[in-house]
């Protein structure tokens, strides 16, 4: 069974205040990592896709890694319309599905 | 303008109660899907159809049931509410890749559900 851990759970940033979120998974032949991004009371905004170990990808403040056991979601200098939950998901070759973990809520004060 | 939308956004609702909850996306896509979201924000599948045939129907009581009239709608109805039925329930849809998962999903706002 594929399983998706996210740490820290919560993150406290100021502005301008660079840091990673991590997310570690287990899977059965990773077709894809995908993260999303989710504000209160909305539902998830898909952000970027992940196919296999060493790529990476930038959008903004953004930029994911991958490796064979875990991504890591790099915000550089985050302002506070960053603030959101993160969440993770990968897809394996086991299941036609995605599996979440259960968020990064990031908190970027001014 | 809306992609995926859903009807109501929340819903109080007695135990023992049926209701159901619809979703319409106007992206052009074939897949849709159920999830739910439960207080520790753990998203779970647990429904998808494609071009209104079932494809993925996970381990969901019987009490849950999807119906897709045409590829743009999945209604989810639920049937004798429990108190443990309380959560967010989220409707997303993508293009049809052969059912490996790996589309981009979409996703509606949500459907915040309460059992008193």
């Known amino acids: 069974e594929d399983q998706v851990t996210q740490s820290p759970e919560a993150l406290r940033l100021q502005e301008g205040e660079s840091s990673s979120l991590n997310c570690s998974y287990t899977?059965?032949?990773?077709?894809?990592l995908f993260w999303y991004r989710q504000d209160p009371g909305k539902g998830p905004e898909f952000l970027f896709t992940?196919?296999?170990a060493g790529e990476e990808k930038e959008k903004e403040r953004l930029k994911a890694t991958l490796t064979k056991k875990e991504s890591f979601l790099h915000i550089t200098a985050p302002k506070p319309e960053d603030s959101a939950t993160y969440l993770c998901?990968?897809?394996?070759?086991?299941?036609?599905?995605?599996?979440f973990g259960e968020g990064t809520q990031l908190t970027v004060n001014p | 303008d809306t992609a995926v939308s859903q009807t109501p956004k929340y819903l109080v609702t007695q135990m023992g109660n049926d209701k159901s909850i619809k979703c319409e996306q106007n992206?052009?896509?074939?897949?849709m899907y159920w999830y739910k979201q439960d207080s520790k924000k753990f998203l779970k599948i647990m429904f998808s159809?494609?071009?209104?045939?079932l494809i993925i129907n996970e381990t969901v009581p019987n009490r849950f049931s999807p119906k897709s009239p045409d590829k743009a709608h999945l209604n989810l109805h639920i049937n004798s509410l429990e108190l443990g039925d309380s959560a967010v329930y989220f409707c997303?849809?993508?293009?049809w890749g052969g059912g490996a998962g790996m589309e981009t999903q979409y996703f509606g706002p949500g459907t915040r559900l309460l059992v008193l």
């Open positions: 998901a990968v897809c394996g070759t086991s299941g036609s599905r995605l599996t």
């Open positions: 992206l052009g896509h074939d897949t």
């Open positions: 997303a849809s993508s293009q």
């Open positions: 159809y494609n071009n209104k045939e």
């Open positions: 899977v059965s032949g990773l077709r894809g």
């Open positions: 992940l196919y296999s």
